[in-house]
């Protein structure tokens, strides 16, 4: 079964610095894109940063040039490198990918997985 891992949630002050990991686990066959998902309390789940496998990117209007995403392809990892946070990015940030995985007895079509969710928490 495949898995994503996040780690590196906290909490910080304004204007530091947080990096997050995600890393997926398990028979995967092929990961198309990686990216990154946030919730903050009473609003819907927006995206936050995207990326392909040949390195396209995508960015939330509200983090370019604060944050960066890049991905190890080799060890199925993402991560988000976040900068001069604000508390408005005070949300759970969770990783999603875009794989094709087994389940045990075949290959699976290509499908959305997502991690647990880690919290991040900027103070004023």
């Known amino acids: 079964q495949v898995q994503l891992v996040e780690s590196g949630g906290g909490l910080v002050q304004a204007g530091g610095s947080l990096r997050l990991s995600c890393a997926a686990s398990?028979?995967?066959?092929?990961?198309?894109?990686m990216g990154w998902y946030r919730q903050a309390p009473g609003k819907q789940r927006e995206l936050v940063a995207a990326?392909?496998?040949?390195?396209?990117?995508n960015y939330a209007d509200s983090v370019k040039g604060r944050f960066t995403i890049s991905r190890d392809n080799a060890k199925n990892t993402v991560y988000l490198q976040m900068n001069s946070l604000k508390p408005e990015d005070t949300a759970v940030y969770y990783c999603?990918?875009?794989?094709?995985?087994?389940?045990?007895?075949?290959?699976?079509?290509?499908?959305?997985?997502w991690g647990q969710g880690t919290q991040v928490t900027v103070s004023s």
């Open positions: 999603n990918a875009v794989l094709r995985g087994w389940d045990g007895s075949s290959w699976l079509p290509t499908d959305d997985y």
């Open positions: 398990g028979s995967i066959f092929s990961i198309n894109a």
């Open positions: 990326i392909t496998s040949g390195g396209s990117t």
